[in-house]
């Protein structure tokens, strides 16, 4: 399976226009370039209706592909099968690492879960009333709504600095942390990070901190430290308290620090 943090990875994207915000596609592009390059861009719709308007402007500014689908029957998604055929089509190219599917709907996760079988990475896209089932048929599942919370901070920050200078020790794009009694109290989150940390330490009780997410998203495709108002893991791990934190210099960067966690007792 190809590594989900591989900038080279070669991607299909594939938007459901009826169950994505044209809002969110810069901030949703820019989170896709994480992973790797959209070789494919494809949005899929009854382009007649007027409930698309908003995406047409957004069309040839990002070089999204649309595929035009009519509603012949009432009562029948065409768009889900249009999209899932054109899925399948190029999934058999044997041209892509993975593929991004942007929708809230749960018709995809068959589709999810057939493209994994074939040892590709999925990544999905949808609100936080996407059904269950849909996500954890994903490799890693990224809530839309912690896209527009930063493209607001991001737009606040912007209009700031027009005004006056911006506090350079002010990170540009973070996330205003919850209050962290609340989150050292969430109980899901702190069963997860043991369980994450425990399946990844060594004989020492030391676990790479890269190491030890990609165990969480294993263990929880929807997982995200932005959900928790913290822009990084590291983040997120030191504001819990639970563990103890070691910084190394990495062995090709001195410039750059390799971090380590331990269970505190």
């Known amino acids: 399976m190809a590594e989900l943090q591989s900038g080279m990875a070669r991607l299909a994207v594939l938007i459901d226009a009826d169950n994505a915000s044209a809002d969110l596609i810069e901030s949703l592009l820019k989170e896709i370039a994480k992973y790797g390059t959209s070789h494919v861009k494809r949005i899929y719709g009854d382009w007649t209706s007027s409930r698309l308007n908003k995406w047409k402007d957004k069309l040839n500014k990002f070089a999204i592909q649309p595929i035009q689908q009519f509603g012949y029957t009432t009562g029948k998604n065409a768009t889900d099968s249009a999209l899932i055929i054109d899925a399948m089509d190029l999934l058999y190219t044997q041209n892509f690492d993975g593929f991004c599917l942007i929708s809230s709907d749960s018709d995809f996760t068959r589709l999810a879960?057939?493209?994994?079988?074939?040892?590709?990475?999925?990544?999905?896209?949808?609100?936080?009333?996407?059904?269950?089932?849909?996500?954890?048929?994903?490799?890693?599942?990224?809530?839309?709504?912690?896209?527009?919370?930063?493209?607001?901070?991001?737009?606040?920050?912007?209009?700031?600095?027009?005004?006056?200078?911006?506090?350079?020790?002010?990170?540009?794009?973070?996330?205003?942390?919850?209050?962290?009694?609340?989150?050292?109290?969430?109980?899901?989150?702190?069963?997860?990070?043991?369980?994450?940390?425990?399946?990844?330490?060594?004989?020492?009780?030391?676990?790479?901190?890269?190491v030890f997410g990609a165990q969480i998203t294993k263990l929880s495709s929807s997982f995200d430290s932005r959900n928790y108002g913290y822009k990084k893991l590291s983040d997120l791990v030191r504001a819990t308290d639970m563990f103890e934190v070691r910084e190394t210099p990495h062995g090709k960067n001195a410039t750059v620090k390799d971090l380590h966690i331990r269970l505190k007792p």
Do not use: M
């Open 113 to 210: 879960s057939r493209i994994r079988e074939s040892g590709l990475v999925v990544y999905g896209f949808g609100e936080r009333k996407t059904p269950e089932a849909f996500i954890s048929a994903c490799d890693k599942f990224i809530y839309t709504e912690i896209l527009g919370q930063l493209e607001t901070v991001e737009h606040v920050t912007s209009a700031n600095s027009a005004v006056q200078d911006v506090d350079k020790q002010q990170p540009k794009s973070s996330v205003i942390p919850k209050d962290e009694q609340t989150l050292r109290a969430n109980k899901n989150l702190i069963r997860l990070l043991k369980d994450a940390y425990e399946a990844v330490d060594d004989e020492d009780g030391w676990a790479h901190l890269g």
